[in-house]
Each structure stands twice: as C-alpha cells, then as structure tokens.
T-cell receptor, first 117, second 108 residues
Framework: DAGVIQSPRHEVTEMGQEVTLRCKPI?????LFWYRQTMMRGLELLIY????????DSGMPEDRFSAKMPNASFSTLKIQPSEPRDSAVYFC???????????????FGDGTRLSIL | DAKTTQPTSMDCAEGRAANLPCNHS???????VYWYRQIHSQGPQYIIH???NNETNEMASLIITEDRKSSTLILPHATLRDTAVYYC?????????FGAGTILRVKS
C-alpha cells in the first residue's frame, strides 16, 4: 500500500521566494497533519485537518505560512515570502479516525528538506 | 497532553532485547501511549500504541504498568537497523507532542 507521499523531497530556494510543499495522504485517511522538524525545536505540529477542514493551526509560526486541503487526497503548505529561518524538514502525516475509533496512529511521509538561502 | 520522560540514550547488543522505558506519571484516563521511531533522514515510523493492556505486534511489545504511569517498549531481537531515536508520546485525539526521545544504538 502506498504511504504518505510528499513532494518535493528537497527544495533549495532564495529568501523571498514562494515555497509550496505538497502532500498526498494515505487513501481513506480523513485527518492530515503538517509538522516541522529543526535541530533547535525538534518536531512540532503546525496544523491539522479533519475531513479537509482546518481544525487547529495554532502551531503555524506566522502569517507567511498557509495550508490548504482542497480535497481528501491533496494538501499544500505554502510559505510566502520564505526566510532562512524557515529552513527545516517538513513532514506530512495522515490517519483514519472516527468518533468510535479516534485512537488510530498517524503515519508519516519521508518529508521535504527545505533550505532557504 | 501529558508529558513523558525518557532516557537520553541507550545501547543494546545486536540480537538482544532492547527495553526502552518511558515515564508518564500525569497521563489521564483517556490518553493512549504511542511509540514512534525515527531513523536518520526519514519520517517518524509508527511502532505500537496502547491504552492500559499490554500490546504486541510484529515489530515490538508494549508493557504498560497497572497504574499507567510508565511503560516499556520491547524490541525482542534488536538488529543494527533498529538504531534510531525512539519517541514515547501520550495523547488523546489528534495531537502528538514529540519530546527529545531516546537514542538507541544497537551495536554488533
């Protein structure tokens, strides 16, 4: 079975440029999560969606960050304008969950390694 | 979500069982214990989770104490490929809060 698919795997761009990270969750999963990992702060939750609706974006660092989920099989995380401090590995995760089965684990993609010069 | 405490690092001989402890003394009744691991440059990999009963799957066993204030992840026959950072997380619902985890080094 295909896991969570993220693209691109690596992105190098200059500060000020717009960056778009993409994620395809596991088919049938109805929750999607975006995380960021840095040496200083570890792995942090940025935002998550249930049934394509953003539920909690309290982890989004600034207005420069935005995330969308136009349908159940695709999500984007956009940074505009990008800054060097946004350099990190960004992970997407998905899980299935219902009221009766809310404890299902999240499954992660292999991440996008972002470098802002 | 409850906070967890894990040792910073552990060593294990190849072929032996690796026992990774986790303290979660403030866990609430509806919070599950999840274990993930992260091998360098990869995304976190789900291992196992449980509420109060011991659990076993093809990767590992999870032993949760009766008072649920601590747990142990057991890798029965560690291999070099099990070298990774192991995260113990307690959570209700959607949020997973990752701590620093335990660096497990499996040595030949």
């Amino acid at each position: 079975d295909a896991g969570v698919i993220q693209s691109p795997r690596h992105e190098v761009t200059e500060m000020g440029q717009e960056v778009t990270l993409r994620c395809k969750p596991i088919s049938g999963h109805n929750s999607l999560f975006w995380y960021r990992q840095t040496m200083m702060r570890g792995l942090e939750l940025l935002i998550y969606f249930n049934n394509n609706v953003p539920i909690d974006d309290s982890g989004m660092p600034e207005d420069r960050f935005s995330a969308k989920m136009p349908n159940a099989s695709f999500s984007t995380l956009k940074i505009q304008p990008s800054e060097p401090r946004d350099s990190a590995v960004y992970f997407c995760a998905s899980r299935s969950g219902t009221r009766e089965n809310w404890n299902q684990p999240q499954h992660f993609g292999d991440g996008t390694r972002l470098s802002i010069l | 979500d409850a906070k967890t405490t894990q040792p910073t690092s552990m060593d294990c001989a190849e072929g032996r069982a690796a026992n990774l402890p986790c303290n979660h003394s403030t866990i609430s009744g509806n919070e599950y214990v999840y274990w993930y691991r992260q091998i360098h440059s990869q995304g976190p990999q789900y291992i196992i989770h449980g509420l109060k009963n011991n659990e076993t799957n093809e990767m590992a066993s999870l032993i949760i104490t009766e008072d649920r204030k601590s747990s142990t992840l057991i890798l029965p026959h560690a291999t070099l490929r099990d070298t990774a950072v192991y995260y113990c997380i307690v959570s209700y619902g959607n949020k997973l809060v990752f701590g620093a985890g335990t660096i497990l080094r499996v040595k030949s």
